[in-house]
């Protein structure tokens, strides 16, 4: 038990996770922008002082502010949506979803979150390249052809050579009936490929159609969620006047309309589910 406690002990202190910035990197995370907007608020705060203390932003405090704004702005916005909440980060690259929805409406915002992302840059892109060698020398033989060789080998090995051989009447007869042997793998080949196909098919609809609940699930989340923000921008906008009632009154109809292109979706979906279902069921 010492011996392992002594194990994560070391792994912890070789983890980048004890700096705080990369801790506080956290509110690049899609899922999380979604799902606790404050906490990536707070954390991108802190990203920001940091490199205004390291004087390693351009534009100082005011290209701060700035960058926070924005980063507000984004997380009232555009951040709501199931794309966010529903984020693969095993299929999909961050630095491109980010560069897609910040590089052109927030430009400060997406400049700082590049600064953020090469801090995280490593190797492991070149060094996956160097098992490619292994695959190359693979052979191009199946399975079956192998064992075959193998047992032509063995035999004759057997035998002292080729020459010697004996050519018995089971192995001329064997020798004869190769090629009607050969039609009939074929054929048994061949009905399975389609059993196969058949099975890849029905599979392919249930997983299609799972994939669509899980849609509909996240859907409906980010329905409700848009919906209770625009309710609790119209609860502020009752107690403001000025601009600033303004714009929560636009923050509110934005989500609204948000909201019902939502419900939209989900009514699509929930009719694509009905019919995949039916489909399934008929195969």
């Known amino acids: 038990m ?31 922008m979604f ?36 980063f507000d702005v984004f997380l009232s916005l555009e951040s709501r949506s199931e794309e966010f909440l529903s984020f693969p980060p095993m299929q999909k690259r961050l630095d491109i979803f980010l560069c ?5 409406p927030y430009p400060e915002l997406w400049a700082f979150c590049q600064k953020l992302l090469i801090l995280s840059h490593g190797q492991a892109s ?4 160097f098992s490619v060698n292994k695959e190359v ?19 004759v090995t057997l035998h002292g050579g080729v020459t010697k051989v004996p050519l018995t009447k089971e192995l001329m007869t064997s020798v004869a009936s190769a090629r009607s042997r050969y039609r009939v793998n074929l054929d048994q080949e061949r009905r399975k490929l389609e059993s ?5 098919k029905r599979k392919a609809t249930e997983d299609y159609l799972e994939e669509l ?6 859907i409906q989340e980010v329905s409700d969620s848009l919906a209770r923000d625009a309710d609790r921008f119209a609860e502020e906008a009752e107690g403001k006047a000025g601009s ?30 009905a019919a995949k279902g039916e489909e399934l069921r008929l195969m």
């Open 2 to 32: 010492h011996g392992l406690s002594n194990i994560i002990r070391k792994v912890q202190e070789k983890s980048p996770l004890k700096y705080p910035t990369v801790r506080q990197m956290a509110c690049l995370n899609p899922s999380v």
């Open 35 to 70: 799902t606790d907007p404050d906490r990536c608020k707070r954390q991108m705060k802190g990203l920001v002082q940091t490199f205004l203390q390291d004087k390693q932003l351009a534009g100082g405090v005011s290209a701060g502010d700035v960058i926070l704004k924005q």
């Open 100 to 104: 897609g929805v910040l590089s052109e």
């Open 126 to 129: 070149v060094e996956r390249g």
């Open 137 to 155: 020398e693979t052979c191009n033989m199946q399975e079956d052809t192998v064992v075959a060789h193998r047992l032509v080998c063995e035999y």
């Open 196 to 200: 196969d196909a058949q099975g890849q």
């Open 213 to 218: 609940k899980k849609k509909r699930k996240t």
């Open 244 to 273: 600033r009632m303004a714009q929560l009154i636009t923050k509110f109809n934005a989500l609204r309309r948000g909201c019902k292109k939502k419900l939209a979706e989900l009514n699509n979906i929930v009719e694509e589910i």
